[in-house]
Structure formats: structure tokens, C-alpha cells
């Protein structure tokens, strides 16, 4: 058609923009056509056309195929990646710095990470290598490192240990021998082989092989190089990043299984973003399954930061950040917002740039804001700044932006002296830990929908996660034990109602019921359970087994599981005829092996949790805690519904399931625990002294009964542990914790 590179990328820019901006205000639609002229302009200047051609091709193939994805990081400060679609955050409306993403004295290509669906990326990795060739595009590898499991694992081998003493001493059960100890040391750290890097692909102008070394994958269709990012980066090969993310697959489930039970469509950019009922229940810190924030900081730090709009998310994401933490932002910041401490500025020069987060600065970009209107510094010097400071720091580079800076401070605003050096050293000091605030925009919006999801359709919202798992903080026992106490009721799992997946049933009262999926069970196997859901219903074992083409293990472990009590039998009885799996077979005459069970003692209802535990790792029902909270009242153990009444400073003994150990970088050796019992969640501080004394009750005991202080001043309720004891029959409650994840 005649276009160059350049012309088409502004005539896809100006014709997308006017369907992107067509409902914003015309003052913002005013300034995103003067700042996107801009754009474009340090785009040609660069020479980049071409990889925002390929980016947006992404998107657009996404978009076509039905994969929810979005762009990410500092692409969310551009108004031309908005316009094209290829990020959700508006730039102009939300003041980010473009510069932050892409500057006129940058010596390398943007960065442009896509967040993908990740049950879908395939597709989109499939994609790149069939429209550019396998001898063009390459995944980057990754090198992996010994951490301390893997470490002792190796070493302990090395030293001709036995495998089950390796095992027990890289679990912490057992102390490891001073020369394995001794040598997994030397090991931490050090490469150990080869991955593919989990989204980063090379596109190459001429064959990659000339370039660098690549190998065929072990996946099928795929080739990686055999070099790492970094590697990469430093030959100037450009890379683009395809990331899974879990909370976009679970959320388009959530948007089918919406539609189909209920029949509305929801269209994730058509939401309301004030809805007060969203933001009532965040506050609450009811936000078990949502994305970013329902980790054990993050539950804790939302009835403080008490979220009212959009942008107190963008803050909650940003917060909670190793960061943020180290730097001493957090309190002050949740002290001003609750008018606990003034809102003061070092000058008011400042007022523009750290207003919206109350004169503590959290963003990267607000360092950037600072230095353009304190020092007058142009949006390019600026990224200069940001990155000189950044982890490679250069102390001659550091000098001469110092100097600039205070000529800057002097020249703009007259600003010298004290003043000026507590603004350097802020910028400094700051410049360490800021998070990108485009980043925090992106995900801020996913937080949001999901929240939402939540608070309207829990059973679809608790299905979507089922669906999308292994992903984010808790187990599906939690997220079960959740919806339950929304009021979700949950079926068990059964030959006859389940599919391979969870699904979201509509009673004829109109309530929304979910169905436990086949894969839970523990030995199945996704084949097994799609001939099930493929051939269901069944009118017994003999002829599950035949048309299912089922071994006896296979009807065993749907015995145990009891999701053949459909046919009126009990799990004792179901597991008495699995037997006849071996005779019923495609082929061979129907019914001359069915027999009938004799009468067998009845299972009692701690057994039958016991054995859903064993067998799906869920109890539909009843959250296990509820089989002993008889003994625990008579002892004097407290639920997690009674801690928010006890006076602070008060020692208790609570007691609950494990589902988290965290030993975060920035909590001094404080190991966190998360505690569940029927009533919620629990949160429990373990000292490095109890933690050394305890240690092996401490690391492997799947429910504890702790002994501790409550600390609930702020709101939220943490109990500082002194003493843990492992509960009775632990092992019968849970199938395993989350550790150190």
C-alpha cells in the first residue's frame, strides 16, 4: 500500500486512537493527540517502528484467537501503546511519564512485556514461530542456580548418602551432616543447567544461528538459545517477554461461566471502577483469591490503607513491595492517610509530584517528576537519572547528574543549601527501591476485576480459580473453604455431575452452586477423567468401568473419594466392587461380574474427611477444624472469629490448619504463618529463637495448636507466637502447606 514502517505504525496510531479515546474527555483526548505526535516522533528518531508493529501484531492475534492479555510495565506510560491497544492503563489521564518508557537518548530497543492468559501462551509462543520461522525467532534460556534444597539434594548424592536421608534433610525433618552442609554451601548460587526463560523471545533479521548458539527445545516446536537475557541484552538482540499469568485464565473463566449461567456478558473495560460495594468489601480485607492482594501482608495492610478509588490500588500494589518496605514508606504513608501525621512536603516544589501519595514517594517515575520540576531537568535527562541510579550505578555518572542537578535546583527554583541537599538525598535514597507506577496501573485494573468478580459472583469467581490452578496464594482447599463462608454451597465430587474441571450449577432456586471437578482426585489422571465426563451418566460400577475404560485403581480412587456414592452405595461398599474394573471391558460379555458387597461398617464422619483430604485434598462439606472444635472450646482455643474481640496485648492459644509459611527478605528472620480454621484465617509471627527451638514441629507439623500475644491495634490481628504444638491427627486435616513461595 505504499507505507513505510514508520507511516503504517501512524496510521494505525491516529485510527485506533479515535475508538480508544472516543469516551474520555475532550481535554484528555486534546493532549493524548499532541502527546502521541510526540511519541511517535522519538519513535522514528530511534528507529522502533518495526517492534511495536510486531508487539501490536501480538495483540492483535490475541484479540482474534479469544486470549486475554494486556501489556504491562513501563509500556503503560505511552499513549501510542494505549491507542494501539496493546495497554489498558490511559497514560495522559493517570500523568505517567513517557520518558520513563522510552527516551530520545535510550541505546537499546523499549521493553514491552505482554501478560498472556498462561493456559493459552502456547498459542501465542506457536504464533511468533510460525509467522516468523523456527531459523528467526528463538526463547531465551535461563540459568539455573543451586538454592538450599537442591544444594543439599546434590551434595548429599556427591557424598554417596541414600536418597531418603537426602530427602529428610532438604525437607528440614533432620539436621544435614557437617560435610553435606559444608558442601551445599559452595553449591548456593552456582549454575546447575540450562531452562527456558519463562517469557523472553529473540527476533532475529537474518538466521539467530548466526548470531548465537540454539538448540531444539525438550517441549515440542520450540528452540532456545543458549544464552541468558542478560547475554542478550548485551549483543543487542531485541527481546520481547510473553508472560503467563494465572489471574487473566482465571479470569476469562470467570467471564464464561458468568455468561453461561447467568447469561450476561461482561465486558471487563465497561466495569465501573467506583463501585462502592467493591471497595467496602476490601476494606474488610475479605479478599481471599484476588489478585496481588491477598497475601498475608497485603490482608493486613488493606483495612489501614482502607481503599476508597481506583488509585488507592495503584497504591496497595505498589506498597506492599520489598522496596517500598526496606525504604520506611509504608508507615508513614498509612500514618498520613489515616491523619495520623501530617502531610508535609521538604518544599513546596514537591507538592505537584508526591501529592497524590501524600508526600511519600512510592513511584519510580514520581523521582523522575521530582527532577523535572524541582531541577528543571528535560523528561530524557530525567530517565538518565533514573537509570544511572539504578543497580548498576556509576559513581562518575552519579557526580556529574549531582552537579546538574543542584545548578538545577538553583537555576529553577532557587533552592540551595539544606533544602537542596535533603532533595538529593531523597532522590538518592529513594532511587533504590521506587516500582514503576505503570506496572502498579496494569495490575491495579486486575485487581479490581477480580475483587469485583468476588463480590457478585463468588461461585463463578471461586471456579475461575479452581479452573486456573497452580496459581497465587492458596490452595483450593482455602479458596473452597472461602466461597463456603460467602454462602456458596459446594457439591462433591461425582461420575455422574463432574467434568475434569470445576463447574458453576445453576438450582432451581436460581442459586449458584459449585461442583468439585474430577481432577482433584488424587491418581485419576485428566485422561481418565475425560472419558468420564465424555461418557457420563453411568447406572453402575460394571458400566462406569466399560465405557470409561477404567482400570481398578482408577475405580478405586473414585471409591475413596466417594464420587461413586451416586449409586447408593458407601465409599466401603464402592471400593469392595472396584474389582470388577478388571473384567468389564469393551469386548467382553456385560454384567457376568457384577457382584454384591456385603454389609460393611459404615465410615465415621471423621473418616470420611479424612479420606476427602487423602483422596482430593478438598472437604466440600465442612472445613476439617470443625471435627475438633468440640475438644479445642473445652481447652480454651480460640477461633479466628473470636480474635478481633480480644483486647491487644492479651496471651491466647489459637489452633487451625497450615496453608503458608513466608520468611520474607525484609522481616529480619521472622517466619510468617497462615492459619485456617472454620471460621477464616489467621496470622501468626514465629521468632528466629522459637523457630530454632521448634524447628521441626515448626517446618513440618500440618496443623498447629500456638500459644502467643494478640497484636490487633491497627486493625488487623496478628499473634505473636510463643509456644506451637503440633494438633493431634494433623496429618488427617491437610494434605500440605504453600512454604516459602
Not at 125 to 139: D, L, M, N, P, S
Not at 148 to 175: E, M, N, V
Not at 230 to 254: I, P, R, S, Y
Not at 487 to 501: A, F, K, Q
Request: net charge negative; charged share 25%; with cysteine.
Amino acid at each position: 500500500e505504499g507505507h513505510t514502517e514508520m507511516s503504517w505504525l501512524e496510521h494505525l496510531t491516529f485510527e485506533r486512537a479515535a475508538a480508544r479515546y472516543a469516551t474520555r474527555p475532550e481535554e484528555i483526548r486534546r493532549r493524548a493527540w499532541g502527546q502521541m505526535r510526540y511519541e511517535l516522533g522519538v519513535v522514528k528518531q530511534l528507529g522502533f517502528p518495526g517492534y511495536f508493529l510486531i508487539v501490536c501484531d501480538l495483540v492483535d492475534f490475541c484479540k482474534r484467537e479469544n486470549i486475554l492479555c494486556q501489556g504491562r510495565g513501563s509500556a503503560a506510560n505511552s499513549a501510542v501503546c494505549f491507542a494501539l491497544g496493546i495497554t489498558n492503563a490511559e497514560p495522559i489521564s493517570a500523568g505517567l511519564l513517557f520518558e520513563r518508557f522510552l527516551s530520545s537518548d535510550r541505546d537499546g530497543p523499549p521493553d514491552i512485556d505482554i501478560d498472556i492468559e498462561s493456559g493459552r501462551r502456547e498459542e501465542v509462543i506457536q504464533y511468533v514461530y510460525a509467522k516468523h520461522g523456527r531459523e528467526r525467532a528463538a526463547q531465551v534460556a535461563n540459568v539455573i542456580t543451586y538454592r538450599r534444597k537442591g544444594a543439599l539434594r546434590d551434595a548429599a548424592r556427591a557424598l554417596g548418602y541414600p536418597q531418603g536421608s537426602a530427602d529428610a534433610w532438604s525437607k528440614g525433618i533432620a539436621p544435614a551432616p557437617s560435610d553435606v552442609e559444608s558442601l551445599a554451601e559452595q553449591f548456593i548460587g552456582q549454575p546447575r543447567h540450562l531452562g527456558i526463560h519463562s517469557g523472553g523471545m529473540v527476533l532475529c533479521d537474518r538466521p539467530i544461528a548466526d548470531v548465537v548458539p540454539v538448540e531444539w527445545a525438550r517441549m515440542e516446536n520450540r528452540s532456545v538459545l543458549q544464552w541468558d537475557k542478560d547475554d542478550c541484552a548485551a549483543a543487542g538482540l531485541v527481546k520481547f517477554d510473553l508472560l503467563g499469568l494465572g489471574m487473566l485464565e482465571a479470569l476469562h473463566h470467570m467471564m464464561d461461566l458468568v455468561e453461561e449461567s447467568t447469561g450476561r456478558v461482561v465486558n471487563l473495560w465497561e466495569l465501573d471502577l467506583a463501585d462502592v460495594e467493591v471497595y467496602d468489601m476490601l476494606c474488610r480485607a475479605d479478599a481471599v483469591g484476588v489478585f496481588q492482594v491477598e497475601s498475608r501482608a497485603q490482608l493486613s495492610t488493606l483495612p489501614r490503607l482502607k481503599p476508597r478509588v481506583f488509585f488507592d490500588l495503584v497504591v496497595e500494589v505498589a506498597l506492599i513491595r520489598p522496596g517500598p518496605i526496606q525504604g520506611g514508606s509504608v508507615h508513614p504513608y498509612l500514618r498520613r492517610r489515616d491523619g495520623k501525621e501530617p502531610v508535609a512536603y521538604d518544599h513546596p516544589v514537591l507538592e505537584k509530584s508526591l501529592g497524590k501519595t501524600l508526600g511519600i514517594p512510592l513511584f519510580q517515575e514520581q523521582l523522575m517528576q521530582i527532577a523535572v520540576d524541582a531541577a528543571g531537568f528535560s523528561g530524557a535527562e530525567a530517565d538518565d537519572l533514573r537509570r544511572a541510579m539504578g543497580s548498576k550505578r556509576s559513581p562518575a555518572k552519579m557526580a556529574a547528574l549531582k552537579q546538574r542537578f543542584y545548578e538545577g535546583l538553583e537555576e529553577t527554583n532557587g533552592i540551595v543549601g539544606e533544602v537542596a541537599d535533603k532533595l538529593w538525598a531523597k532522590i538518592v535514597a529513594f532511587a533504590a527501591y521506587g516500582f514503576p507506577e505503570s506496572h502498579s496501573q496494569s495490575f491495579a485494573s486486575l485487581v479490581y476485576f477480580s475483587a469485583w468478580f468476588k463480590r457478585y459472583y463468588p461461585a463463578q469467581f471461586c471456579v475461575g480459580l479452581l479452573r486456573a490452578q497452580p496459581m497465587g496464594f492458596y490452595s483450593p482447599q482455602s479458596l473452597i473453604q472461602d466461597a463456603r463462608r460467602h454462602g456458596v454451597e459446594v457439591l462433591p465430587v461425582s461420575v455422574n455431575e463432574s467434568g475434569r474441571e470445576a463447574r458453576v450449577v445453576v438450582g432451581a432456586d436460581g442459586q449458584a452452586r459449585i461442583r468439585l471437578g474430577l481432577n482433584l482426585i488424587k491418581g485419576l489422571g485428566d485422561k481418565a477423567a475425560d472419558r468420564i465426563e465424555a461418557a457420563a451418566p453411568f447406572v453402575d460400577v460394571p458400566d462406569l468401568s466399560r465405557r470409561a475404560d477404567l482400570t481398578v485403581d482408577h475405580v478405586e480412587t473414585l471409591a475413596v473419594a466417594g464420587a461413586l456414592d451416586v449409586f447408593g452405595m458407601d465409599r466401603r461398599q464402592a471400593l469392595w466392587q472396584a474389582g470388577v474394573a478388571a473384567t468389564e471391558r469393551a469386548g467382553m460379555l456385560p454384567g457376568l461380574s457384577a457382584i454384591e458387597a456385603p454389609s460393611l461398617p459404615g465410615m465415621s464422619a471423621f473418616e470420611l474427611m479424612a479420606a476427602d483430604v487423602a483422596s482430593t485434598g478438598v472437604t466440600h462439606n465442612q472445613q476439617p477444624m470443625e471435627q475438633v472444635r468440640g475438644e479445642l472450646q473445652a481447652r480454651g482455643i480460640l477461633s479466628a472469629a473470636d480474635l478481633p474481640g480480644v483486647e491487644d496485648g492479651t496471651r491466647v492459644r489459637i489452633a487451625g490448619v497450615v496453608t503458608h509459611r513466608q520468611r520474607p527478605h525484609t522481616a529480619g528472620g521472622v517466619v510468617f504463618f497462615g492459619l485456617e480454621d472454620e471460621t477464616g484465617l489467621m496470622n501468626v509471627m514465629v521468632s528466629p529463637g522459637l523457630w530454632a527451638r521448634d524447628k521441626v514441629t515448626a517446618r513440618t507439623a500440618p496443623a498447629l495448636i500456638v500459644r502467643g500475644i494478640v497484636q490487633n491495634g491497627s486493625g488487623a490481628v496478628t499473634v505473636a507466637a510463643d509456644q506451637l504444638e503440633p494438633l493431634a491427627f494433623g496429618e488427617a486435616l491437610s494434605r500440605g502447606s504453600r512454604d516459602f513461595r
